[in-house]
């Protein structure tokens, strides 16, 4: 799919406020767009779960996941395998650019790029949530930006959410500042009983083997 547009997914562009995504199967991805792109669905308040997804290769600009590009219905029970995403602008995640509660997602292979400058809240499971990140999990990727607040699970959390037993193993995050290994600017809620192995590069400073940046 390539479109000049918003709101644009590899199976549904939005949704109504009544609407929830279950049991999606979704291989072989292309899309572009400028804001709200997702593998699965552009934009909305969706609760999505039960997603196997494969081989998905997406180009935009702001709010742009993997899975789901902007909403605040949450997303549950996620296999994701070969993320790509060339993005220009804010709110980037291997899966959700910004979302509600996230859990039990795996994610293997994921690659990020975001060269624009002036640019913030990448992560490689989810951009920015105010919620809860519990139980996820990604293994293998590159996360190569100019961004400020990266993470390899989130890149912004604030919000009263739990950052819980997610894991991060063998990634390459470079961003500007706030750079984290599970989240890179931490503003509200908690963290706990993560792991993170990963070679993490801040050019401005500010790095951490959690997290980049705690202001709370």
């Given at each position: 799919i390539n479109a000049k547009s918003e709101k644009v997914g590899g199976v549904i562009g939005s949704t109504g406020s009544s609407s929830n995504v279950y049991n999606v199967t979704a291989n072989d991805i292309t899309l572009s767009g400028t804001n709200y792109i997702g593998g699965i669905l552009g934009g909305g308040t969706s609760y999505v779960e039960n997603i196997k997804i494969s081989n998905v290769n997406i180009t935009g600009n702001t709010y742009v996941g993997g899975i789901?590009?902007?909403?605040?219905?949450?997303?549950?029970?996620?296999?994701?395998?070969?993320?790509k995403i060339i993005?220009?602008?804010n709110y980037i995640g291997g899966v959700v650019g910004s979302d509600g509660n996230v859990s039990r997602i795996n994610l293997s292979n994921l690659k990020i790029e975001n060269l624009a400058m002036n640019t913030e809240n990448i992560g490689g499971i989810i951009g920015a949530n105010p919620r809860s990140i519990d139980y996820c999990g990604i293994t293998?990727?590159?996360?190569?930006?100019?961004?400020s607040n990266v993470g390899s699970i989130i890149g912004f959390k604030d919000g009263t959410g739990s950052?819980?037993?997610?894991?991060?193993?063998?990634?390459e995050i470079t961003g500007k500042e706030?750079?984290?290994?599970?989240?890179?600017l931490f503003k509200a809620g908690t963290v706990s009983n993560n792991y993170?192995?990963?070679n993490i590069t801040?050019?401005?400073?500010?790095?951490?083997?959690?997290?980049g940046y705690l202001d709370n």
């Open positions: 789901k590009g902007k909403g605040d219905g949450g997303v549950s029970n996620v296999i994701a395998l070969e993320i993005a220009s602008g293998d990727g590159k996360i190569n930006t100019e961004s950052i819980n037993y997610n894991y991060a193993v063998n990634l706030n750079v984290g290994g599970i989240v890179g993170n192995n990963t801040a050019k401005n400073g500010y790095a951490g083997g959690i997290v």
